[in-house]
Nanobody, 118 residues
Framework: EVRLVESGGGSVQAGGNLRLSCTIFGDTFDDSDVGWYRRGPSNACELVAYVGSDDRPHYGDSVKGRFTISHAKNTVYLQMNNLKPEDTAMYYC??????????????WGQGTQVTVSS
């Protein structure tokens, strides 16, 4: 059974930092893309970042230059710096076997809440 377990969410003030972690159980997904989505107050799904099977990072436009995705063994990290109130959302770790990152991932974590106050 594949499970994705996130941790590291919380509440911070604008300008603060957080690091999210996602540990993958049941598979290594060495040849698949792994990354993060988020859903804010509008519940719209937004791509945050992912690491391709070639280990190249990709970022959504709204987080470029502030967020960094990395991975080690079976854990994916999302370092979030200079957080803004508009980053407030539930963050989900995901595995996308098709590598198209269209918010229809094959595996999802349970989500971790990030709240940024002004």
């Amino acid at each position: 059974e594949v499970r994705l377990v996130e941790s590291g969410g919380g509440s911070v003030q604008a300008g603060g930092n957080l690091r999210l972690s996602c540990t993958i159980f049941g598979d290594t997904f060495d040849d698949s893309d792994v990354g993060w989505y988020r859903r804010g107050p509008s519940n719209a799904c937004e791509l945050v970042a992912y690491v391709g099977s070639d280990d190249r990072p990709h970022y959504g436009d709204s987080v470029k230059g502030r967020f960094t995705i990395s991975h080690a063994k079976n854990t994916v990290y999302l370092q979030m710096n200079n957080l803004k109130p508009e980053d407030t959302a539930m963050y989900y770790c995901a595995v996308d076997l098709d590598a198209d990152w269209d918010c229809e991932a094959d595996y999802w974590g349970q989500g971790t809440q990030v709240t940024v106050s002004s």
